[in-house]
């Protein structure tokens, strides 16, 4: 396994022009670093912090090469899962996971796995085969079950939202920000190394301000709000600064702030929903929002 892990320590290195003499130094000797590459021994966490800064990487990049038996595979496979999930493809996304989880390779990934498993139980609750009840419960197994995992952080965050999410469905708002309270929003977005989890956590975030503005705590909402345009801004990231702006008008109408501020939010809101051609958004904020525009 640990070949991966020296294998993709050599390419980089090599990417960088960089020579085992190079990269050792300041670090270790340069017949560790050929050890290390060749798979013979495995670095310690101090080793692979440096070797990591000095390859300008992130750490959790080499993280899963230890994890995973071949983390490109499976990044290229989440991947596909996840967009078909996002468009609703839950069917196809069902028969691939399915396929995946009689693959015994997983039994030796039990992360990947974990993540397989999440999938299906919400697979078959949005194709109907599966109640909200027991799809909860089944979900929180599985969080029961990688919370002693290594590098479990992403997927942990990812399974805190969909119980959220569905305890919002079911209209049961205190449990849902139980579940949406577990997520350090700010710290996970000060260390996160990669785009799509940035996005990802946005729309979290996004969906927690939605609970707390249904639940009537519209204080909270606001400042949740906004942390994820400051945070949007910093991450230089539109994707969800529409809805953070619009859901900040909201709440602010709730707690009758001036019209100026309030007109401010959805003015904001519309600017950007127009860069990203987002017209339904457009629509429906003209429609019922003109008072203030």
Known sequence: MYNNLGKEIAKKRKEKKM??????????????????????????????????????????????FLIYENPV??????QKIDDLTVNQNYNTALKLVEKELNNTRTDFEPIFKAYLMW???????????KDIHKTINEIKSILELIKNFPNNNFLSIRIYNSIALLYSINKDFSKALFYYNKID?????EDTSRLNTEVYILRILYNKIKTLYDMGNYNESIDCCNIGIQKSIELENMSSLGNFFYYLGQNYEKMQYPLEDISKCYRNSLFIFGILNRENYISAIKSNKKIFL
């Not at 595979?73 to 989440?78: G, R």
């Not at 929003?185 to 977005?189: A, D, G, K, P, Y």
């Open 19 to 64: 020579t085992q003499k190079e990269l050792s130094n300041n670090i270790c000797t340069q017949p560790t670093i050929s050890m290390i590459e060749r798979g013979e021994i495995i670095p310690s966490l101090e080793i692979l912090t440096k070797i990591s800064k000095k390859l300008n990487l992130k750490l959790e990049y080499f993280i899963d």
């Open 73 to 78: 595979y499976i990044k290229k496979f989440t």
């Open 119 to 129: 999938t299906k139980v919400l697979c078959l609750y949005n194709i109907g085969k």
């Open 185 to 189: 929003f700010i710290q996970t977005l």
